[in-house]
């Protein structure tokens, strides 16, 4: 397909996607133009294949987004810093949701040696700190979509820290119940593990024992409950 | 009614290339048999089971095959909402409970059903996902819950690499959005980079209050300079709101020009005729996309005379 069609098919599938979802419910677009409350906001990789309003099964107004190289959070990104903000004090989500993945090319990238490039080598900083502080770990692990793997959880758990450090996200804890997530998305099977870090201090693994460790987090048209090490949509 | 629109659109649209042709197959099997299955199930919701939009065609297609067969194998499941309605009171919490495992189990129904399908069409489809990913476009736009990049596009998974942030800013010393162009771009290989923005931008809206925002000042600071550029224009327009959605175009195409002038950009275009930037905005009181038309070539030889990092 040439450069030309790939382009007008996403303006056309547009076209049709608005048709159905007006056909559909003719209040839809009316009310999505009435103002955003989203409950969520995820941090997520760039990675075409995490698209997150898709995985999570939920629809246009339930997650506030911001995706970079790597889900890396940088306490003096003022990019990040800003979508947090406006999140956090403006928006007033319930959840923020960190979220890696399996098979991700900055995790690839910060456990290589080689430089990658351009202003790249500079982003993924955090994360080769992350790879330095626990090179033995790392070094142990002999199956290398496994490492990348591990590095990919040790940058949630570095990345929730730093959530949990930001000010904005502190006083919304304390003020009003705000939970702070960490995730994993495995792209090969499409399902979402909850990693235990974050306010609930849970440890995925030994996690679910029983039903007091659930998490729900609703969505206007769906739900995704946190259970033990397991995420699971529900749709309402 | 919007069957026959869809199919129109498609119709004079699309190419003829594989890929479309296999749309237009799913939207006619659309067509055909939509109303019938709108009337068998009036209060169903369309797929968010599914999550995704996917290509409006194959999902809504996709939908059908499932609502069909669950209507004749299975009891649909009435809603929740509607079935509470009619007994009232009476919904006992079995009844929620029940409710919640059907609803539940509808999901992944529809997920399996969804995943044999891509495996039919395609046997390698989740191998290759999870081997590696060669989106076509990157995606620049808003962090707003309302515009999730691949529902409203119809893109699938591994479709477009996404960077979302507060009014879908590219900022020079931004090394955020500017490791995103560059892994994008060099490594990635994407042909096209949208920079997607949309009516009604709280973050447009927040930049032209006059109000000490904290840590947002710095970010939003880059539209109240798009705002000086286009003063006159701007102050020209009588009409708040109208002038709102001017500043969010002029934003957008703003920041078309800010990823025309990185490095990756102008290198990979002057050596393989790709990536081509395209600004594009959101409309939320009827879901379209408006192309705002950008002259890529006439953008890029205009910032060339001082942004210039190419060799020639």
């Known amino acids: 397909m040439s450069q030309q069609d790939t382009f007008l098919y996403a303006l056309s599938s547009n076209n049709a996607w608005a048709g159905y979802k007006a056909h559909q419910n003719p209040n839809f677009f009316p009310k999505l133009a009435s103002g955003q409350s989203p409950q969520i906001l995820w941090l997520g990789c760039s990675d075409s294949r995490c698209p997150e309003t898709v995985i999570l099964g939920l629809q246009p107004g339930d997650v506030f987004v911001h995706r970079n190289i790597a889900n890396i959070i940088s306490p003096t990104d003022i990019n990040t810093s800003a979508v947090i903000e406006y ?43 992350v790879r330095f502080a626990h090179q033995e770990e790392l070094d142990a692990i002999k199956d290398d979509k ?38 994993l ?12 870090f974050g306010t609930k201090g849970r440890n995925g693994a030994s996690g679910g024992l029983n039903g007091s460790s659930e998490e729900v987090v609703r969505g206007k048209h769906a739900q995704l409950a946190f259970r033990g090490g397991n995420a699971q949509m529900i749709v309402r | 009614m919007f069957n026959a629109r869809l199919v129109a659109s498609f119709l004079t649209r699309q190419s003829s290339s594989s890929r479309c042709a296999t749309k237009l197959n799913s939207f006619s099997r659309l067509s055909s048999t ?22 409006a065609s194959r999902t809504a297609a996709n939908s059908l095959t499932h609502q069909s067969s669950s209507s004749t ?21 079995s009844d929620v409970a029940m409710y919640l495992k059907q609803s539940h189990e509808r999901v992944f129904e529809s997920n399996r059903t969804w995943a044999a399908e891509q495996k039919a069409r395609d046997p390698e489809f989740f191998a290759k996902l999870a081997a590696g990913q060669n989106p076509e476009y990157l995606w620049i736009g808003c962090s707003d819950s309302r515009i999730p990049a691949e529902q409203i596009t119809g893109l699938e998974p591994g479709d477009a ?63 109240r300079d798009v705002y000086r550029l286009h003063e006159k224009e701007l102050d020209a327009i009588p009409e708040e709101e109208a002038r709102y959605n001017r ?61 210039n990092l190419t060799d020639n």
Not at chain 1, 148 to 169: D, Q, T, W, Y
Not at chain 1, 187 to 196: Q, V, Y
Not at chain 2, 37 to 55: E, M, N, W
């Open chain 1, 87 to 129: 999140a956090v004090v403006h928006l007033k989500v319930k959840h923020v949701v960190l979220c890696g993945h399996t098979s991700c090319g900055g995790a690839a990238a910060a456990l290589s040696d080689t430089r990658v490039g351009g202003v790249l080598d500079t982003w993924l900083t955090p994360l080769k700190a």
């Open chain 2, 73 to 93: 194998t299975t009891t649909p499941t009435p809603r929740f909402a509607s079935s509470s309605n009619s007994s009232s009171s009476s919904s006992s919490s």
């Open chain 2, 247 to 307: 500043l969010v175009e002029l934003n957008v195409i703003e920041q078309c020009r800010n990823v025309i002038k990185t490095a990756p950009v102008q290198q990979s275009y002057a050596k393989n005729k790709f990536p081509i930037v395209h600004g594009w905005v959101f409309g939320f009181h009827d879901g379209l996309l408006k192309d705002l038309e950008i002259d890529f070539e006439a953008v890029l030889h205009d910032i060339q005379k001082i942004y």
């Open chain 2, 161 to 223: 690499f996404v960077h979302r942030n507060i009014a879908n800013l590219v900022c020079n010393t931004d090394l955020n959005a500017m490791s995103v162009i560059n892994y994008a771009v060099q490594h990635l290989e994407v042909k096209h980079i949208v920079v997607c923005g949309h009516y009604g931008c709280g973050g447009v809206k927040a930049a032209m209050t006059a109000k000490d925002m904290g840590i947002l000042n710095p970010w939003l600071r880059n539209i």
């Open chain 1, 185 to 196: 998305f495995d792209i090969g099977c499409g399902r979402i593990k909850d990693l235990g």
């Open chain 1, 146 to 183: 496994a490492r990348a793997v591990r590095i990919a959880e040790l940058n949630v758990e570095a990345g929730v820290k730093v959530l949990m450090a930001n000010f904005a996200i502190q006083d919304a804890i304390r003020e009003r119940g705000l939970e702070v997530h960490g995730c």
């Open chain 2, 34 to 55: 939509a109303n019938t299955t709108t009337q068998l199930r009036p209060g169903v919701r369309f797929c968010s089971s599914h999550g995704s939009f996917g290509t």
